[in-house]
């Protein structure tokens, strides 16, 4: 269901204006890095590489250029960066995720390279290489919009070595046209969550995957998610200059927001990866009886003016049209037909990617999850545990078999399966009302009593989106 990730993250990234035509592969350009085995710690960090190969994934399917290291010394960032550099082309998207450690020195942040050589702080500037030096070199070969994702905010083995030092990051002196965003406030560290992904990625793909949000609103979404996933334990931090709109999703416009939608918390609600709103009351099943499935194609006639209308849509119709085989647009169709309840649309996109990509575990866990949502629950059992095959421990395909089971009453199954969900992600609030109502359901009436109550105090409208899914 949903997906959520603390460390060194730099995401640097052009999005292609919202009123022009969908941008390029060409267009679209990132650099995607995870150091993990740095010499100096206790132990290689955890998060650093499935982050970054979880951030590759998603932007390949936003139409980007990926290219991904992993454990990179300096020699080869500097050669990564170049090789970005020489792409970038007036207006380019450019996009450079870093997750690994960074220090601050001199009022500036530095992303280190596993191979530094760092006891003082005059090492950090040899060695480290500037946020701000990547940001204006971007800047300089004409990229348009600049943003910059910094999951940084840990405390690193290099910084007790110096008698002085600022914790943390530093603010950003960048360009014009540039959004930065820190994983954490300023000059703060935070605790590793212990997952194999960090929070700060984990609620950014979510929001990365919401179809007609705008960068920073994407950004701005993320950093509620992360603050409200860690109990106001961890709170980002956001910088903007930019002047026009942009969205990670090619060719999608702004989503009309009614005032009522934006107080206390706009995150939208989402269970699967990537995230799937609530739909209308009308196309949800009932929560005494599993809806009838719905045919892939024959949503509801009172959605079709909708879905023929959806600017979105029709972009990634008319992709697909020209490309069949497109996967990218596809699996984007299917999730804003499920976003908007027509669920057997929705499907059909699903099989039609899982045809082409047999191995694609994210069009398995949505797929899992929308066949849940009419009552198909044997099906969407399958496609879960092929989830699961092909990524032990995903965590959100342990979501959303946790909900197929608590929905087909399988009670134990669906407290085992938030169970495992919780031991990665502790604060993933699905899975502990999902186990709180399964428990109740069991018997241990007082022990999802504290489950339920621990999670509407993290998140409020967790009863109002089981209802939505026929649980209650």
């Known amino acids: 269901m949903g997906i959520r990730l603390p460390l060194l993250a730099v995401l640097v990234f052009s999005i292609a204006p919202i009123f022009s035509p969908p941008a390029t592969a060409a267009d679209r350009l990132a650099l995607v890095i995870g150091n993990a085995r740095y010499p100096?710690?206790?132990?290689?960090?955890?998060?650093?590489?499935?982050?970054?190969?979880?951030?590759?994934?998603e932007l390949k399917r936003n139409g980007f250029t990926v290219e991904v290291g992993e454990n990179l010394?300096?020699?080869?960032?500097?050669?990564?960066?170049?090789?970005?550099?020489g792409q970038i082309k007036p207006g380019s998207v450019a996009l450079v995720f870093f997750s690994g450690f960074g220090i601050q020195s001199n009022r500036q942040s530095f992303l280190i390279p596993i191979d530094a050589q760092i006891w003082t702080e005059a090492d950090v500037r040899r060695d480290g290489l500037s946020l701000?030096?990547?940001?204006?070199?971007?800047?300089?070969r004409g990229a348009g919009v600049k943003i910059a994702l910094i999951d940084a905010s840990r405390r690193n083995p290099f910084e007790r070595r110096f008698r002085n030092f600022s914790a943390g990051l530093a603010p950003v002196i960048a360009p014009n046209g540039t959004l930065v965003m820190y994983s954490a406030a300023l000059s703060s560290v935070i605790p590793?969550?212990?997952?194999?992904?960090?929070?700060?990625?984990?609620?950014?793909?979510?929001?990365?995957?919401?179809?007609?949000?705008?960068?920073?609103?994407?950004?701005?979404?993320?950093?509620?998610?992360?603050?409200?996933?860690?109990?106001?334990?961890?709170?980002?931090?956001?910088?903007?200059?930019?002047?026009?709109?942009?969205?990670?999703?090619?060719?999608?416009?702004?989503?009309?927001?009614?005032?009522?939608?934006?107080?206390?918390?706009?995150?939208p609600s989402a269970r699967p990866s990537p995230p799937m709103p609530k739909a209308e009351a009308a196309l949800l099943p009932s929560p005494e009886k599993p809806a009838t499935p719905t045919l892939p194609n024959n949503p509801p006639s009172s959605?079709?003016?909708?879905?023929?209308?959806?600017?979105?849509?029709?972009?990634?119709?008319?992709?697909?049209?020209?490309?069949?085989?497109?996967?990218?647009?596809?699996?984007?169709?299917?999730?804003?037909?499920?976003?908007?309840?027509?669920?057997?649309?929705a499907i059909k996109d699903f099989d039609d990617t899982i045809r082409l990509n047999p191995k694609d575990v994210e069009a398995y866990n949505n797929r899992c999850w929308s066949r849940a949502q009419i009552g198909d629950l044997q099906a969407a059992l399958r496609d879960c545990n092929e989830a699961l095959r092909l990524r032990p421990n995903f965590v959100e395909a342990l979501d959303s078999r946790g909900l197929v089971n608590l929905k087909s009453g399988s009670t134990k199954n669906a407290?085992?399966?938030?169970?495992?969900?919780?031991?990665?992600?502790?604060?993933?609030?699905?899975?502990?009302?999902?186990?709180?109502?399964?428990?109740?359901?069991?018997?241990?009436?007082s022990e999802g009593e504290l489950d339920v109550n621990n999670a509407k105090a993290m998140d409020p409208n967790i009863v109002k989106e089981f209802a939505g899914y026929g649980v209650r």
């Open 73 to 85: 010394s300096g020699d080869g960032m500097r050669k990564a960066l170049e090789r970005l550099y």
């Open 40 to 57: 100096d710690a206790d132990a290689p960090l955890k998060e650093p590489v499935n982050d970054a190969r979880s951030i590759a994934e």
């Open 303 to 345: 959605t079709q003016p909708l879905l023929a209308d959806d600017p979105t849509i029709k972009s990634l119709s008319a992709r697909i049209a020209d490309n069949p085989d497109d996967t990218g647009a596809l699996y984007r169709r299917g999730q804003v037909y499920a976003s908007k309840g027509a669920y057997g649309l």
């Open 415 to 445: 407290i085992a399966d938030f169970d495992a969900a919780l031991k990665i992600n502790p604060r993933l609030t699905s899975s502990l009302y999902g186990r709180g109502l399964a428990k109740q359901r069991s018997g241990a009436v």
């Open 132 to 140: 701000e030096a990547v940001l204006g070199e971007i800047h300089s």
């Open 192 to 267: 590793d969550n212990g997952g194999d992904r960090s929070l700060f990625v984990q609620e950014l793909l979510k929001e990365i995957r919401v179809p007609g949000l705008m960068a920073e609103e994407t950004l701005n979404h993320t950093r509620i998610g992360v603050t409200r996933s860690s109990g106001s334990e961890q709170v980002p931090w956001i910088s903007s200059s930019l002047a026009e709109e942009f969205a990670f999703i090619p060719g999608t416009k702004p989503v009309a927001v009614l005032p009522s939608q934006q107080a206390p918390n706009p995150v």
